[in-house]
Nanobody
């Protein structure tokens, strides 16, 4: 069973930056789709950014393009989300997600998975990000 532990959330002012980290353990696959989802009060879960471990292919939600960057270290099974120029509307609980892949050339793209939260079976506990105006 893959376990995910996030860290790095907090309270910042508009325009500031935060970096979220997620460490995965317990998995046996050599390939994963990793990602970050967020959920604000009263809103549905939203795929923020996802990355394919095999080739680094990424997806970003339109709302964060140009401000957020997802990266990973396959050897350490660690994924980061660098969030710059944060806005009050970025306030949410951020969840790290992961799904093992059968090989380096998955049939379901990471772009598709990032808009379908139910395709990820492993979720972290969540970390709160609050951006004040």
């Amino acid at each position: 069973q893959l376990q995910l532990v996030e860290s790095g959330g907090g309270l910042v002012q508009s325009g500031e930056s935060l970096r979220l980290s997620c460490v995965a353990s317990g998995g046996t696959s050599d390939y994963y789709a990793f990602g970050w989802f967020r959920q604000a009060p009263g809103k549905e879960r939203e795929g923020v950014a996802c990355v394919e471990s095999s080739d680094g292919n990424t997806y970003y939600a339109d709302s964060v393009k140009g401000r957020f960057t997802i990266s990973r270290d396959n050897a350490k099974k660690t994924v980061w989300l660098q969030m710059n120029n944060l806005k009050p509307e970025d306030t949410a609980v951020y969840f790290c997600v992961a799904e093992p892949r059968m090989g380096p050339y998955p049939t379901i793209t990471v772009q598709h998975m990032c808009i379908m939260p139910d395709l990820f079976n492993s979720w972290g506990q969540g970390t709160q990000v609050t951006v004040s105006s």
